[in-house]
Each structure stands twice: as structure tokens, then as C-alpha cells.
Nanobody, 121 residues
Framework: VQLQASGGGLVQPGGSLRLSCAAS????????IGWFRQAPGKEREGVSC????????YYANSVKGRFTISRDNAKNTVYLQMNSLKAEDTAVYYC???????????????WGQGTLVTVSS
């Protein structure tokens, strides 16, 4: 099973985007969902994660206070609201599953194709 990330696009610095990760109810009930990003020439890095057990959320220091992860069980979707975007946020963003939250991408599975976010004036 692969997750599908969507919602990327071109946005000016300081702007906002909301990414969506379409899953299934089974996945949301039994797996944590993480957002990762990968910029050209750089390693994939963890951005945010939401726990399936209690809804706890986690953020990388680089996005804390600017990004918000949330889950809509009725729509079987996890969102990543990104505000105050910076040029350094430019990357392909992916969502993936894991048994528990963390930022090591090796512990995650069900990677989809990702969605490109470009922050540029």
C-alpha cells in the first residue's frame, strides 16, 4: 500500500500551502504518519509526524512554529499546513507510515511519489 501526497506547488516566500496525504482508515488506526522532504542533492529528512495512538505530534526544529500536522479521520487524510514558507523549504514532500513516530526515514514504509513544493519569488 502506498500513500499519496498532494497539494504541492509554487509559492512565494512567506506564503502558505497545505499538503494532503490520502490513506485508509486501517492505516490511520494502526500506523503513525510521517512527513518527510528531500531537496536536490540532500538526504531525505523528517519534517513532522502524528501518532496513531494518541494523536501526539512531532516537528523538526527547522519547521517548528510554522508547520502543523493534523488528521481528519472522516476523510482518511493527514494534512501538513505550512506557513511562513522559506526558500529552504523547497523540496519534494512525502508521507509514509511507521509503527511509531520518529524522524528516521529507514523506519518508514508505504512511500508514494511525493509532491513538489517550490518556494521562490
Amino acid at each position: 500500500v502506498q500513500l499519496q501526497a498532494s497539494g504541492g506547488g509554487l509559492v512565494q516566500p512567506g506564503g502558505s500551502l497545505r499538503l494532503s496525504c490520502a490513506a485508509s482508515r486501517f492505516i490511520l488506526d494502526y500506523f503513525a504518519i510521517g512527513w518527510f522532504r528531500q531537496a536536490p542533492g540532500k538526504e531525505r529528512e523528517g519534517v513532522s509526524c502524528i501518532s496513531n495512538s494518541d494523536g501526539s505530534t512531532y516537528y523538526a526544529n527547522s519547521v517548528k512554529g510554522r508547520f502543523t500536522i493534523s488528521r481528519d479521520n472522516a476523510k482518511n487524510t493527514v494534512y501538513l499546513q505550512m506557513n511562513s514558507l522559506k526558500a529552504e523549504d523547497t523540496a519534494v514532500y512525502y508521507c509514509a507510515t511507521a509503527e511509531e513516530c520518529g524522524f528516521n526515514y529507514l523506519n518508514f514504509a508505504s512511500w508514494g511519489q511525493g509532491t513538489l513544493v517550490t518556494v521562490s519569488s
